[in-house]
């Protein structure tokens, strides 16, 4: 029988890539997103009947008809834009959003996957980042309400599998870009590829040297996919583990723009974490699992992507 799932999130950047993943093989998939993050535009190409599409805040209470096997729980606001801008609104998809989902899911007797973060870990002081690291997250600080709604949306799903037996899996997300991000999403890829385009200053804060590892769409997806197949039910980092520094970044964007854009200093965000790697060893050993896509080529890409919706707006 066709396997049915329910993705939230759908219209944003993972959801919508992994909307199109399970599609491909086979899977009947209900999108459902409230658009506050979500871009309409990113689920426009689906033309198939075994795409349904439900606008909808997961934070309320959640009816599907019949039967779900898969719910993959990908709504929440996800850059520092967007969390500093909705504070309430990321705290309550994470906690009462997850809440929904997996009351859902025990209903129905369906496999859930949440989308965790790297932030869990928040300005790491081990490193590169192993999942048995319990993090060091300021709770009461402006990047808390996003790190501390993914803490607790783990702990409501690890107590779902325990109490109820429901199979869960957690996937810790790190920094992954590519075609489908939002030209103002904020975050340094789509910032720096949007400035150089344009010939804007490149901003880049503090003194660039902190540390990020950037992984491509196409190879997070796959190893989400690995994960939510697989009889594991404990938190799993994906993202690539190459690690270079935000100056590294912003310097290679502009010679793949062939910018002349000026560097632009500016102050070091609260909390910003001067460190993020991920251990990828439990991914490579269970999952069979690692990035192949090079990140000049998933740049290539991206900026291609980012060059067409810089002429239509």
Same mark, same amino acid.
Request: net charge negative; aromatic share 8%.
């Given at each position: ?47 198939? +009947? ?8 997961? +934070? ?17 606001? *996800? ?15 994470? +906690? ?62 690890? *107590? ?154």
């Amino acid at each position: 029988m066709t396997k049915r799932a329910l993705i939230t999130g759908a219209a944003g950047f993972i959801g919508s890539h992994l909307t199109d993943y399970l599609l491909d093989r086979g899977y009947d998939v209900i999108g459902m997103d409230n658009f506050i993050t979500g871009d309409p535009a990113n689920l426009k190409h689906i033309s198939t +009947s075994s795409f349904s599409f439900i606008e909808h805040d997961v +934070s309320e209470e959640i009816h599907i008809d019949g039967p779900l096997d898969t719910i993959l729980h990908f709504a929440s606001p *996800a850059s520092p834009i967007d969390y500093l801008e909705l504070p309430i609104q990321t705290l309550k998809v994470g +906690s009462l959003g997850t809440h929904k989902t997996l009351g859902l899911a025990k209903a129905k007797g369906a496999r859930f996957l949440l989308a965790s973060t790297s932030e869990v870990y928040g300005d790491p002081v081990v490193h590169p980042q192993k999942e048995d690291y319990w993090g060091n997250v300021n709770p009461i600080g402006p990047r808390g309400v996003y790190d501390e709604a993914k803490r607790f949306a783990e702990a409501m799903a690890i *107590a779902y599998h325990r109490y109820h037996g429901i199979d869960v899996k957690i996937v810790r997300i790190f920094n992954t870009f590519g075609p489908r991000m939002r030209v103002r999403d904020g975050r340094a890829i789509p910032a720096f590829i949007s400035q150089t385009l344009r010939d804007e200053p490149v901003t880049v804060f503090g003194n660039g040297k902190q540390t990020r590892s950037f992984c491509y769409i196409s190879d997070l997806v796959e190893g989400i996919y690995r994960l939510l197949t697989s009889n594991y039910n404990l938190p799993v980092n994906i993202g690539n583990p190459t690690e270079m520094t935000i100056l590294e970044l912003a310097k290679t964007i502009q010679q793949l723009t062939d910018s002349k854009s000026p560097i632009d200093y500016k102050p070091l965000p609260v909390d910003d974490p001067k460190v993020r790697q991920p251990d990828i060893s439990l991914a490579r050993r269970l999952l069979g699992w690692e990035p192949t896509v090079d990140l000049v080529v998933g740049l290539e890409t991206t900026i291609a992507y980012f060059r067409q919706k810089l002429e239509l707006d």
